[in-house]
């Protein structure tokens, strides 16, 4: 089992940066893809960004590559997400998931969950 818990977000003004964390704890979390998505009201939950265990490769959706950066510590089994640059458009929950195996944008195919933080970003 694998057990995650973000923390960060709130509201912030369009143009501002903040930054999420997901702290993991259980069994060889350190090994475990792990990804960010959100889901805002009324749609789907879509991926945000994937990081393999090592942090070498990493993935992003095209509405936040370049604004976005996903990286890990696996020293204190974490992972961060880092948001530049916040439009309105990005307000959602936002999750931290994990998995065994390759990275995907796919949450369905995520095996452990988070219990999701807001951000809203104000015009």
């Known amino acids: 089992q694998v057990q995650l818990v973000e923390s960060g977000g709130g509201l912030v003004q369009a143009g501002d940066s903040t930054r999420l964390s997901c702290a993991a704890s259980?069994?060889?979390?350190?090994?475990?893809?792990m990804g960010w998505f959100r889901q805002a009201p009324g749609k789907e939950r879509e991926f945000v960004a994937t990081?393999?265990?090592?942090?070498?490769?990493?993935n992003y959706a095209a509405s936040v590559k370049g604004r976005f950066t996903i990286a890990r510590d696996n020293a204190k089994n974490t992972v961060y997400l880092q948001m530049n640059s916040l439009k309105p458009e990005d307000t959602a929950v936002y999750y931290c998931?994990?998995?065994?195996?390759?990275?995907?944008?796919?949450?369905?195919?995520?095996?452990?969950w988070g219990q999701g933080t807001q951000v809203t970003v104000s015009s």
């Open positions: 998931a994990a998995k065994r195996g390759g990275e995907s944008p796919f949450p369905s195919l995520y095996d452990y």
């Open positions: 259980g069994r060889t979390s350190s090994t475990y893809v």
């Open positions: 990081i393999n265990w090592s942090g070498r490769n990493t």
